[in-house]
């Protein structure tokens, strides 16, 4: 991982730390480097977990390859060869937390005892009544169900693959009734956590579309690929990364929160990304589309 602390040692930054003024829990300050910002004390801060940036003062945003270009004078790609080399398995920082947690390595994910042999006649119904074809859905992303035993009951299983390999999974509720609509595998399960990987992930190219759940990607289809959630880790980035995209639209719910997540997601993914686009729903989320619309949407990017 990048060793931030060895980089700007090297430059002769001055790094403040958390627990010191101006410095948010899970960051790392310097003086903003960008042109035009009048920063009297420290006010750029870096993200430790997801290495993403902000100022404060004048607002940048974006990744941590804008402030090596900024500070080295130098190309995106060279700021990312920079980052290469500055980077180990151990980095830690000499005061507060270490930047990354550990991971722990799972050879397979386990799927739940109480999984159904064949689809439930109800989890069945649930689909259908949302306007999706159950059995597309059901064979196409190898859906499973549990009926009314064990800490799924009443869920539809959503298996999560990544280069052909399942990782995790994430549940839905069908009933209504439940506090998460969501639950996701324990992390002791999964390869790849739900918060560090995408749902969908294997069909895209070279562009895609960014949703919240699940459900949104049924109804988007191939290259759409769902966060699974509001928050967008580092890990995720690394993964779009690492799929070398170059264009991205973001569609999230039509709230007001939603809105704000999206807003940010678009405002990091600037200036790592070539092309990104948000479009704010004026009601209800993506799963809820019209097939013209979602057609509409898809021929913005594809």
């Known amino acids: 991982m990048f060793n931030i602390e060895k980089y700007f040692q090297d430059r002769n930054i001055e790094v403040h730390y958390e627990g010191e003024k101006n410095v948010t829990r899970g960051w790392v300050n310097i003086q903003c480097p960008f042109l035009g910002c009048s920063d009297p004390s420290w006010h750029l801060g870096i993200n430790l977990d997801s ?67 064949t689809f439930h006649r109800r989890h069945y119904r649930y689909l259908r009544d949302r306007n999706f074809d159950p ?34 999974f994430n549940t839905r509720d069908i009933t209504g009734k ?36 699940p459900t949104d990607v049924w109804r ?11 928050q967008f880790t580092r890990e995720q980035l690394l993964m779009l990364r690492e799929k070398e995209i170059k264009k991205i639209l973001i569609l999230y719910d039509a709230d007001d929160n939603e809105e704000k997540a999206g807003e940010q997601l678009a405002n990091n ?25 979602v057609r509409k949407i898809r021929r913005i990017i594809f």
Request: charged share 30%.
């Open 220 to 230: 988007m289809g191939d290259g759409c690929i769902a966060v699974s959630g509001k």
């Open 178 to 213: 439940a506090k998460l609509r969501y639950q996701f595998c324990d992390s002791e399960n999964s390869v790849i956590e739900v918060k560090h990987t995408f749902y969908n992930i294997d069909t895209v190219k070279d562009r895609c579309i960014i949703v919240e759940g």
């Open 51 to 117: 290495l993403l940036i902000h100022c404060y003062v004048c607002g940048v945003k974006g990744s941590i390859e804008r402030v090596v270009q900024e500070i080295d004078n130098c190309s995106f790609s060279k700021a990312q060869q920079t980052i290469r080399e500055y980077s180990d398995n151990e980095v830690s920082i000499s005061k507060g937390k270490p930047l990354f947690r550990s991971v722990k390595e799972v050879d397979e994910c386990i799927l739940p005892e109480e999984v159904e042999k």
């Open 269 to 293: 993914l600037t200036g790592i990304i070539s092309w990104v686009e948000l479009i704010e729903l004026e009601n209800g989320d993506p799963g809820e589309l019209s097939l013209e619309e």
């Open 135 to 168: 059995d597309y859905l059901i064979k196409k992303y190898n859906l499973m169900s549990v009926y009314n035993v064990g800490r799924y009951k009443f869920r539809i299983i959503i298996p999560y693959y990544h280069n052909s390999r399942l990782v995790c």
